[in-house]
């Protein structure tokens, strides 16, 4: 079974049921049922949008573009390390047409941790008032 041919059962079963999709982890039993074989979509945004639909889709797209825009805040500020999370993330959207990455512990860690950093205070957050005292806000 070619991975064209998995997507294209992939896509067709996402418009049959493209709100909710067919259930966790079904589109493994529906590779089954046709081909008598347990393969995934080796495509995340099918494997999700298969499984749980598209409501599921931009939930967890949203909260990656969230995080990117704070990291290209942080990067604005000055904070050279977001560089390079910003980096993974957009690498990791463009790996996840090939493969399947939301049920990865290791990418999970790693994006949690990115997140962390993101939504963390700024390095250089101490402020000076008109007084000379410093201080964090």
């Known amino acids: ?7 294209n059962l992939g896509w067709n079963l996402f ?6 999709g067919i259930g966790a982890n079904c589109y493994i ?3 089954e049922l046709y081909n008598n074989m347990q393969l ?4 995340n945004y099918l494997e999700i949008g298969v499984n749980q639909g598209i ?3 931009l939930v967890y797209y949203i909260w990656y573009f969230l995080v990117m825009y704070k990291l290209i805040v942080k990067l604005k500020k000055g904070e050279k390390v977001a560089v390079g999370f910003l980096s993974f993330l957009i690498l990791e ?9 939301y049920s990865r512990e290791q990418f999970i860690l790693t994006y949690n941790l990115i997140a962390l950093y993101a939504y963390g ?3 250089n957050s101490r402020v000076e008032n008109e007084r000379g005292i410093t201080y964090e806000p």
């Open 93 to 101: 959207l463009f790996l996840d047409i090939w493969t399947v990455s």
């Open 29 to 31: 039993e529906m590779i």
């Open 15 to 20: 418009t049959q049921h493209p709100i909710f």
């Open 55 to 57: 409501l599921s889709l």
């Open 1 to 7: 079974y070619k991975r064209n041919q998995m997507m």
């Open 121 to 123: 205070k700024n390095q």
């Open 40 to 43: 995934y979509s080796h495509n």
